[in-house]
């Protein structure tokens, strides 16, 4: 799978396309990142990429020719656009799922106060926002929604069982997880877990499983019961 990210910092990609299992996909083959910085399309000759927004107000947005001449050199008319921006629809796991099955997705960084409309209108596919809240650059939401596709490609992650049993599947959050020792400093890893009595600890899971949804995630947890009760 190819990622294409537009920005105005591709140093801050560098460490984190090398670490842990996104580094070994990379090395590997099953993921590529081309991360294209803006600023080198910029015909200002002061390679300027923002400028003052029209009808006044604060921050600067970024302009046009640069993102234009970026995404015309590197883009084909029916690819997948990503721009991330507070203001676009909330990613989730379905999203992520979609995501996973196209061969390639470009990701523009948005920065300032965002981008020309007319490059969103031109190129975007869809506007992207990883939660409510604004972060200082678009950066860290293209990571992350780099991060949560990649680990839904096929050979990215060692062991497949474990996008099963991971949160959200069902609806539910993860089950409480201990490792030994079966006691450090006085705590104890609940007995159960220790007997190998596999379909009790299955159905015990199951209950920690529902019990933190409904105490962290209502939301979560209405759509889990809706689905029970329509026996999907
Ligand atoms: N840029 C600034 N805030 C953002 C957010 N919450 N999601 C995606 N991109 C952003």
């Known amino acids: 799978m190819i990622f294409k990210i537009y920005t105005l910092f591709p140093e801050f990609f560098s460490s984190p396309l090398k670490s842990g299992l996104m580094g070994k996909a990379v090395e590997s083959g099953i993921l590529e990142f081309r991360v294209i910085d803006i600023r080198e399309y910029s015909e200002d000759r002061f390679r300027r990429c923002d400028d003052y927004p029209y009808g006044g107000g604060s921050g600067m947005v970024m302009m046009p020719q640069p993102l234009f001449s970026a995404l015309e050199a590197n883009e084909e008319?029916?690819?997948?656009?990503?721009?991330?921006?507070?203001?676009?629809?909330?990613?989730?796991?379905?999203?992520?799922?979609?995501?996973?099955?196209?061969?390639?997705?470009?990701?523009?960084?948005?920065?300032?106060?965002?981008?020309?409309?007319?490059?969103?209108?031109?190129?975007?596919?869809?506007?992207?926002?990883?939660?409510?809240?604004?972060?200082?650059?678009?950066?860290?939401?293209?990571?992350?929604?780099?991060?949560?596709?990649?680990?839904?490609?096929?050979?990215?992650?060692?062991?497949?069982?474990?996008?099963?049993?991971?949160?959200?599947?069902?609806?539910?959050?993860?089950?409480?997880?201990?490792?030994?020792?079966?006691?450090?400093?006085?705590?104890?890893?609940?007995?159960?877990?220790?007997?190998?009595?596999?379909?009790?600890?299955?159905?015990?899971?199951?209950?920690?499983?529902?019990?933190?949804?409904r105490a962290v995630r209502p939301d979560l947890y209405k759509k889990y019961l809706t689905r029970i009760i329509l026996g999907e």
């Not at 960084?109 to 990883?130: A, L, M, N, P």
């Open 77 to 213: 008319s029916t690819g997948t656009v990503l721009y991330t921006s507070p203001s676009g629809r909330t990613f989730d796991r379905d999203f992520s799922r979609e995501l996973s099955g196209k061969g390639e997705i470009s990701i523009i960084c948005g920065h300032y106060e965002g981008v020309d409309q007319r490059v969103i209108e031109r190129f975007v596919t869809h506007e992207v926002s990883i939660g409510d809240y604004v972060l200082s650059g678009g950066e860290y939401a293209a990571l992350v929604i780099a991060d949560a596709v990649a680990r839904l490609v096929p050979g990215f992650m060692g062991n497949s069982q474990s996008l099963v049993e991971e949160s959200f599947e069902g609806d539910l959050l993860e089950y409480p997880q201990y490792t030994r020792p079966a006691e450090y400093m006085g705590l104890k890893v609940p007995d159960l877990l220790l007997q190998g009595d596999h379909a009790k600890i299955t159905l015990w899971r199951n209950e920690k499983r529902i019990e933190k949804t």
